[in-house]
């Protein structure tokens, strides 16, 4: 959307063209939003949820495109294992590999295409998948996932063709939700391999962890991100 002084050239002029408050002109869809707030202080950090209310705080199919269809959503006990290859040549990698793999949460988790007619491996598409712990889990778990970037940056992996590297990187995203994590993987080595980033946010809302990634497409996995940080802190805090 254009922004209101845009073709202005004085008052006079914003005044006879409608450049104020109610003639702005639409270059195409409006810009999703990037940030949205959290939930500490407005709830208990103790408290936990079940997978039936995780599964109902999920982004309704609408919400990640008009055509997008009602997912297939999976429950279970959160149980994430991090990568494959040898992380043992960097410090702390299997060791932290190994606190997060005993991280348990209920969780819920879909896949949305926005256009479902696209089902190749390179069209769009949403994962979410929401976790309930503790808060103060919750926010240890973003500490290990940044620890672990910085300092395994490059993991070598063994595939059937050749070895190829994994290189990782994780920054903080400012204003999304009580703290949160972008993490870029890039895979670089072997004749399919071209080092194309591949993008996930890892989102604490009190102590729910929103997880969400939207594959090559940068943009989409930060703006899902907001909107399931919304409907969160909504839908299971009730805090507006």
């Given at each position: 959307m254009r922004g209101r002084g845009a073709g202005c050239a004085a008052v006079l002029l914003m005044l006879l063209s409608g450049c104020g408050?109610?003639?702005q002109k639409a270059d195409g869809p409006p810009k999703r939003e990037t940030t949205a707030a959290g939930a500490d202080g407005h709830a208990d950090p103790g408290k936990v949820f079940t997978d039936a209310e995780l599964k109902a705080a999920l982004l309704p199919?609408?919400?990640?495109?008009?055509?997008?269809?009602?997912?297939?959503?999976?429950?279970?006990?959160?149980?994430?294992?991090?990568?494959?290859?040898?992380?043992s040549a960097c410090e702390p990698g299997d060791g932290t590999r190994a606190e997060l793999a005993q991280m348990r949460g209920a969780s819920a988790e879909q896949w949305v295409r926005p256009d479902p007619d696209k089902i190749s491996e390179g069209d769009p598409y949403v994962y979410e998948r929401l976790v309930s712990m503790p808060a103060e889990r919750a926010g240890h778990y973003?500490?290990?996932?940044?620890q672990l970037h910085e300092a395994c940056p490059r993991v070598t992996v063994d595939t059937e063709a050749a070895p190829?590297?994994?290189?990782?990187?994780?920054?903080d995203l400012p204003d999304l939700g009580d703290e949160a994590v972008l993490e870029t993987t890039r895979t670089t080595g072997g004749d399919e391999y071209d080092g194309t980033p591949h993008y996930e946010a890892e989102v604490r809302v009190g102590g729910v962890l929103v997880i969400v990634g939207?594959?090559?497409?940068?943009?989409?996995?930060?703006?899902?991100a907001a909107q399931a940080v919304v409907r969160v802190r909504t839908e299971l805090y009730k805090a507006l």
């Open positions: 408050d109610g003639g199919a609408k919400a990640i495109g008009p055509r997008a269809k009602k997912p297939e959503i999976t429950l279970g006990l959160f149980n994430r294992q991090f990568g494959s290859g040898d992380w973003l500490d290990l996932r940044r190829v590297d994994e290189h990782h990187e994780a920054r939207a594959g090559t497409d940068k943009d989409l996995t930060i703006a899902s």
